[in-house]
Every structure is written in structure tokens, then in C-alpha cells.
């Protein structure tokens, strides 16, 4: 919101608005729209303009522009690329850590069925000690 220049009284809207494209200034590139509010002070009438906004453009050659849009282009489609590549890694990541869960599933099956064959074993021992002392139970007797 713009002060009035003469009382300071601020103004929201402007009477009527406009552009005005300004040349560049030495040693400066392109040009520049002004958008222009006029404004009555709605405490002592006096008109004044405010720069509302500004917008810079640049003069850019066709072919120039049109190299630039093909370059862009060619990134936009070096970077879907990128991304087809980044999810196929992802991929591959699910999958070997899929297989590494199943071999160290196996690895544990393994390792449970020594453990058993081991148990076998010692049950087939006690057995055979059990069996061992009936025999020494009975002859005592
Ligand atoms: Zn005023």
C-alpha cells in the first residue's frame, strides 16, 4: 500500500492501472515492464503513481531460445532416465535382500538340523545309558 506524497495517507486501491516498458539502461540487458498504479489520496486528492510491480525481459535470439528449450529437453529426458535407473536399483536392492533373507533361512535350517541330528545323537546315548542302568538296577536286586 502506497503513501500519499503530500500527507502520507495510505491508498489500497489505485484509480486505474498500466505498463510502461522501459529500455535498458546503459549497460544493462533487456527491457522492463513497469506496472504502473495511479492513485488518489482519498484524504487530500492528490493523484500520485506507484510502481506496482516489475517484470525484466530479456531479448533472447529464436535460435538461441530454441537451443536453450532442446537443452532443457534433453536434461528433462537424461533425468527421467536417471529415475528409470534409480528405481530398477531399487529393484534389484528388494530383490537381493529378499535372497539374502532366504539364505540366511536356510543357513538357519541348517544349523537346526545339525543341532537335531546332535540331539539324535545324545538321545540315542541316554537310551543306551538308560538301558545300561536297568541292567545294574536289576542285578542289585
Ligand atoms: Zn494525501
Do not use: H, W
Amino acid at each position: 500500500m502506497p503513501n500519499c506524497p503530500k500527507c502520507g495517507n495510505k491508498e489500497s486501491l489505485p484509480t486505474r492501472t498500466f505498463s510502461v516498458i522501459v529500455e535498458p539502461a546503459k549497460g544493462e540487458r533487456g527491457m522492463t515492464e513497469r506496472r504502473v498504479g495511479m492513485y488518489t489520496c482519498s484524504n487530500c486528492g492528490t493523484k500520485f503513481p506507484t510502481v506496482i510491480s516489475k517484470q525484466r525481459y530479456l531479448i533472447v535470439a529464436e535460435e538461441q531460445l530454441k537451443s536453450i528449450q532442446e537443452e532443457l529437453g534433453s536434461v528433462k529426458k537424461g533425468n527421467e532416465d536417471l529415475n528409470t535407473k534409480v528405481r530398477g536399483m531399487a529393484e534389484q536392492q528388494r530383490e537381493m535382500e529378499n535372497s539374502m533373507e532366504k539364505s540366511a533361512k536356510e543357513n538357519e535350517v541348517r544349523r537346526l538340523k545339525v543341532k537335531l541330528a546332535e540331539l539324535e545323537e545324545f538321545v540315542t546315548y541316554l537310551r543306551k545309558e538308560k538301558g545300561e542302568l536297568e541292567q545294574k538296577a536289576s542285578k542289585i536286586r
